[in-house]
């Protein structure tokens, strides 16, 4: 059975980075079939597309996002991590880890989610 | 890139039938060859959960009741026979000529 985990600091001063780390079990992330993706969504609001890690470390983030975002992996741990630099109350949200087959873009399994908010 | 657009609302009676609309560009849900279209559910406090890939297909456990299509710029997702555990939120999702991916803004089904 897949699972993915977040977890990470709930809540964020403004201008800091947020910080996450999403933690798989019955799945690899050395596996080349797969994308592992970080997804968002704010308050009361619709799902944001952040961006993806391959095992390589290569990554695809989202425009709008790519000059504040590093999607990193680390195998030895069976890990993926987001960093989100420079936050601001806009980024509140609740951020999910998920699992994207290679040539697919759909995720098929994902985290519980955790609500990470940007407040002083 | 901008979401795609979804109603905010749909709403239908137990055993009715519903569709919901997903549209975009030629750049995502209109990319030619492109079937790489999803949906997803999601009840109040809980992950979203594929119900709909490749624009037709339906993951193992999901129910024959949903269905997906897709015609130039717009997908649907239709839920027939309607039920109280329907009432929930749908996303749809699309791969873009970027090479990123998109959700819709989502639609809230309520079940009367």
């Known amino acids: 059975q897949v699972q993915l985990q977040e977890s990470g600091p709930g809540l964020v001063k403004p201008s800091e980075t947020l910080s996450l780390t999403c933690t798989v079990s019955?799945?690899?992330?050395?596996?080349?079939?797969?994308?592992w993706s970080w997804i968002r969504q704010p308050p009361g609001k619709g799902l944001e597309w952040i961006g993806y890690?391959?095992?390589?470390?290569?990554?695809n983030y989202n425009p709008s996002l790519t000059t504040r975002v590093t999607i990193s992996v680390d195998t030895s741990k069976n890990q993926f991590s987001l960093k989100l630099s420079s936050v601001t109350a806009a980024d509140t949200a609740v951020y999910y880890c998920?699992?994207?087959?290679?040539?697919?873009?759909?995720?098929?399994?994902w985290g519980q989610g955790t609500l990470v908010t940007v407040s002083s | 890139q901008s979401a795609l657009t979804q109603p905010a609302s749909v709403s239908g009676s137990p055993g009715q039938s519903i569709t919901i609309s997903c549209t975009g560009t030629?750049?995502?849900?209109?990319?030619?060859?492109?079937?790489?279209f999803s949906w997803y559910q999601q009840h109040p406090g809980k992950a979203p959960k594929l119900i709909i890939y490749?624009?037709?297909n339906r993951p193992s456990g999901i129910s024959n009741r949903f269905s997906g299509s897709k015609s130039g710029n717009t997908a649907s997702l239709t839920i027939s026979g309607l039920q109280a555990e329907d009432e929930a939120d749908y996303y749809c999702?699309?791969?873009?000529?970027?090479?990123?991916?998109?959700f819709g803004g989502g639609t809230k089904l309520t079940v009367l």
């Open positions: 890690v391959y095992y390589s470390g290569s990554a």
């Open positions: 030629s750049s995502d849900v209109g990319g030619y060859n492109y079937n790489y």
């Open positions: 998920a699992r994207e087959p290679r040539s697919s873009a759909w995720h098929d399994y």
């Open positions: 999702s699309s791969y873009t000529t970027s090479g990123t991916r998109v």
């Open positions: 019955g799945a690899s992330v050395t596996s080349g079939a797969y994308y």
């Open positions: 490749e624009v037709t």
